[in-house]
């Protein structure tokens, strides 16, 4: 998404946008700075794009996103192999920068700052400071081509990348929370929403471009409009946004458990077109590494928490991820982390064995646990949420579900039913439908399951794609 925004901005500038990095004579790789292994893509994709200098039509690479941002001189010092690294604040200006790279100039890497202290302490106070700050994804109004912005309103600065029919769109940036294992609020920022019209009209502009499922997105969407004097903002938004006509599906991903309300639960398990998908980051259940982490709750409330959502929703789907080995987690602990992970009946589960992440509150905690500690729960949880969210598909066999067609490949039609969000959990096979169409809804019968992933019998098309 953000890379999109870029592609936007280059675009109106008047660069000519290739699939190839070979054919450009810059290749800009927006980088990931989350995780050791999402830097380690990153860095892997700088040195590829780097390879082709000098064999083609590509002169330069540029580093831009998260990890461009988190690092700057420092990555640039460590990586020479980038010709610039740009942080957020270049944004506004990457023709100029890059022209100057391309002219081979020298743009002289930032020194990285806490991006919370450049929006006021108070939340609504935000909005009024948030025009003399950058903000990737929260659209500028600006005078822009057709086809690369909005036809109305505000218009966000953005060239689709690919011709999906799911999209997502941003809802905020930055958060206000203080987890001690996370890096985000100090290279994010402080949390500010975006204008629910900028959301609005950057959604019927993607349905315009035949999106069908639009996936709000931020660092934490339950805190959406807190800063614009209404933390219920949400669940007017859900509404308007499904209303849009071409959009179909609106799904919300990362939720606070500890920000869950009635009102919200309601709004996304009630509403038709607002996908009933959890994406609670639980994290841990056990409370005492929830309070080390500087988070709530317990495996109790966790587990009516979802008790609730099923009440309303019982096909609704629930994602959730965990970090094991933690400083201080003890074998107790991580049995209470087990206990809650047999009972929530997830559909999708990530696990990551903790590490020490620069610049973090954890990273200075006493109570390390030696590597081989950490791997080994990291492989025991794995293997359990493996089996435990095999079972969950298992038990959607005889369901009926709707599928989007994302892909028709050689006979092989693939998309996802309502509970599976995009890139993260499982696919649903669509069988019996050998005239599909990529952005065509099915209602299908689950005949089989493969790990995460469904089988289901097409029973009939249920909507047609926006093209047709
Ligand atoms: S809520 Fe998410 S983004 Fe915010 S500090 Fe915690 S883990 Fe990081």
């Avoid at 009102?263 to 077109?273: A, H, K, Q, R």
């Avoid at 400083?327 to 990551?352: K, M, N, Y």
């Avoid at 959607?396 to 050689?410: M, N, T, W």
Wanted: net charge negative.
């Amino acid at each position: 998404m953000d890379s999109e925004e870029l592609a936007g901005r280059l675009e109106a500038d008047g660069w000519l946008l290739v699939d190839d990095a070979a054919d450009a004579d810059v290749a800009v790789v927006n980088t990931c700075g989350f995780v050791e292994a999402a830097k380690k893509d990153s860095v892997d994709a700088l040195l590829e794009a780097n390879d082709l200098k000098g064999h083609g039509r590509t002169q330069a690479v540029v580093a831009v996103g998260c990890m461009a941002e988190r690092y700057g001189k420092e990555l640039q010092d460590a990586l020479p192999e980038a010709d610039a690294v740009l942080g957020f604040d270049d944004y506004a200006n990457i023709t100029d920068r890059l022209q100057t790279i391309l002219s081979g100039g020298h743009h002289a890497a930032h020194l990285p700052r806490d991006r919370r202290k450049l929006l006021p302490l108070t939340p609504v106070e935000r909005q009024a400071a948030a025009a003399d700050v950058a903000l990737p994804g929260h659209g500028a109004p600006e005078d822009l081509p057709d086809g690369v912005a909005p036809a109305s309103g505000p218009r966000t600065l953005r060239r689709r990348l690919d011709d999906s029919p799911v999209a997502s769109v941003k809802l905020a940036s930055g958060c206000d929370r203080r987890c001690s294992f996370c890096a985000i609020p100090a290279f994010r920022g402080s949390f500010i929403s975006r204008r629910p019209s900028d959301v609005l009209h950057e959604s019927q502009w993607l349905a315009e471009q035949n999106v069908r499922e639009v996936v709000l997105v931020s660092e934490n969407n339950t805190s959406y409009g807190k800063d614009l004097g209404d933390i219920r903002l949400l669940e007017t938004l859900l509404s308007e946004i499904a209303a849009v006509e071409g959009i179909e599906r609106v799904r919300v991903s990362y939720l606070q458990p500890a920000e869950m309300r009635p009102g919200l639960i309601d709004v996304m398990t009630g509403t038709p077109g607002v996908v009933p998908y959890f994406d609670l980051s639980f994290q841990h259940s056990a409370p005492a590494v929830l309070r080390r982490m500087r988070r709530f709750g317990n495996t109790d409330q966790f587990l009516d928490l979802l008790k609730t959502i099923r009440d309303k929703a019982p096909q609704a789907g629930a994602r959730s991820n965990f970090i094991v080995g933690f400083p201080g987690e003890t074998e107790e602990d991580f049995a209470e982390l087990e206990r809650f992970v047999t009972h929530a009946g997830l559909d999708a589960i990530g696990v990551f064995g903790y590490s020490d992440e620069d610049g973090t509150e954890a990273a200075t905690f006493d109570g390390k646990l030696p590597e081989d500690v950490v791997s080994d729960r990291l492989a025991r949880l794995s293997k359990l949420a493996e089996e435990l969210t095999a079972q969950r598909a298992e038990q959607r066999i005889g369901d009926e579900v709707e599928v989007l067609v994302e892909s028709v490949e050689d006979g092989l039609v693939e998309g996802r039913s309502a509970h599976q969000a995009p890139e993260t959990d499982g696919l649903t096979t669509l069988t019996g439908a050998p005239d599909a169409v990529v952005g065509q809804f099915y209602r299908a019968r689950v005949t089989g399951s493969e790990g995460v992933d469904l089988v289901a019998e097409a029973i009939e098309i249920c909507r047609q794609a926006a093209a047709e």
